[in-house]
């Protein structure tokens, strides 16, 4: 499927919507996870066609309501939503130059040095621009909530209420304004659509879930998942997770791992029978079993913790290991380290010292850093 996908960019120089349906049609049922598969591969999606494809949200963005539960306020922020004028090509680009001129200007005052050297005409000049620009960020903002209101629908369900979701697609409209380059040719909300989806799955994944699993890992789940529906039609039947593993060109112990991460808590007191006369606590047999979040949690944390030892030298993963008990050992001190490696204490807190540093850059602590919570 992939190479048929590549292929074809390879033909026409990108990929559409319409490519990708017409080779891969199961991606209809999670286009993101498939353009985020097909951008890791390399392949360049056109994303003027993949937008107007993406729920049909061009020209108008008009957004269906229908089955969502509503509240006063939910109802009262679509009124006001409704009542704001979308945007045409001139109009975005006027806009997006309003913020660029305050952003130049809020720079040469916050410039101490730049702002001593202007006049006092010039300073109130430069202060109204960067008032007209966030006056235009607003302006940008405000016009393409309906675009943001459209893309939080489709992740209902996921154990986030609507009106986060709202706010985790606006901050992702937000950053959109901040980056937008009106010099690339390219529609604000071709452009905001990318930033809007991406903070929508960062905020599932910090919110989404009992446990909180790390964003790289939800991530994961995604293309596991999208793999798995893929091959499930394929074969006519569950894929197994070596097969999984496969065709992602994965460790099986990573796909396992995410099949496991991906299961969801539920709640022991949850109504079971046609009544709800029980609850499913009270078919819970055995009391002295390991509390599953707490295990899943820790499963996630030793998957991620071998992961980030694979960057050190085999002594120092091997001095970790012993001294702070990892692998089912118990903690070493020094003395009985230097025993075990013949060398002195001094040297044994170096090595340790050495190995913890290289854990604290930043692409190995933000792996461990989500567990600190």
């Known amino acids: 499927m992939l190479d048929a996908l590549l292929q074809r960019a390879e033909e026409q120089g990108h990929l559409t919507t319409a490519d990708i349906l017409e080779i891969w049609p199961e991606a209809a049922e999670d286009l993101d996870t498939a353009y985020e598969m097909i951008e890791e591969e390399g392949i360049e999606l056109d994303y003027e066609t993949v937008n107007m494809a993406d729920a049909e949200l061009m020209p108008s963005h008009r957004v269906d309501f229908e089955g969502i539960d509503s509240d006063d306020s939910i109802s009262l922020y679509f009124r006001e939503v409704g009542t704001i004028d979308l945007l045409d090509a001139d109009q975005e680009i006027e806009l997006a130059k309003r913020i660029e001129k305050g952003r130049e200007a809020a720079q040469v005052l916050d410039d101490g040095e730049r702002r001593e050297q202007v006049s006092s005409r010039v300073r109130g000049e430069l202060e109204h621009l960067v008032q007209d620009g966030d006056l235009a960020k607003q302006e940008l903002t405000q016009a393409n909530s309906r675009l943001v209101i459209s893309m939080a629908k489709r992740y209902l369900g996921q154990g986030v209420p609507f009106l986060d979701l709202i706010q985790e697609g606006n901050l992702g409209l937000m950053r959109a304004v901040e980056k937008f380059d009106w010099r690339r040719g390219n529609k604000f909300s071709t452009y905001a659509t990318w930033w809007i989806r991406q903070s929508l799955t960062r905020g599932l994944a910090d919110q989404g879930r009992t446990i909180r699993v790390p964003v790289h890992m939800n991530d994961r789940i995604r293309k596991v998942y999208a793999v798995a529906h893929a091959l499930e039609t394929e074969l006519g039947r569950r894929p197994t997770a070596e097969e999984i593993a496969h065709e992602l060109d994965m460790d099986i112990t990573k796909v396992e791992l995410a099949l496991k991460a991906s299961r969801r808590s539920i709640s022991l007191e949850k109504p079971v029978g046609h009544e709800g006369e029980s609850e499913l606590g009270q078919f819970i047999e055995?009391?002295?079993?390991?509390?599953?979040?707490?295990?899943?949690?820790?499963?996630?944390?030793?998957?991620?913790?071998?992961?980030?030892?694979?960057?050190?030298?085999?002594?120092?993963?091997?001095?970790?290991?012993?001294?702070?008990?990892?692998?089912?050992?118990?903690?070493?001190?020094?003395?009985?380290?230097?025993?075990?490696?013949?060398?002195?204490?001094?040297?044994?807190?170096?090595?340790?010292?050495?190995?913890?540093?290289?854990?604290?850059?930043?692409?190995?602590?933000?792996?461990?850093?989500a567990y600190l919570n």
């Open 286 to 369: 055995d009391e002295a079993s390991e509390d599953p979040l707490e295990s899943a949690s820790l499963d996630l944390l030793r998957g991620d913790v071998e992961d980030v030892l694979q960057g050190l030298t085999a002594r120092e993963q091997r001095v970790l290991e012993l001294r702070y008990g990892l692998r089912g050992h118990r903690a070493y001190t020094l003395k009985e380290v230097g025993k075990i490696f013949g060398l002195t204490r001094e040297r044994v807190r170096q090595i340790e010292k050495e190995a913890l540093r290289k854990l604290r850059q930043p692409t190995r602590a933000r792996m461990l850093k």
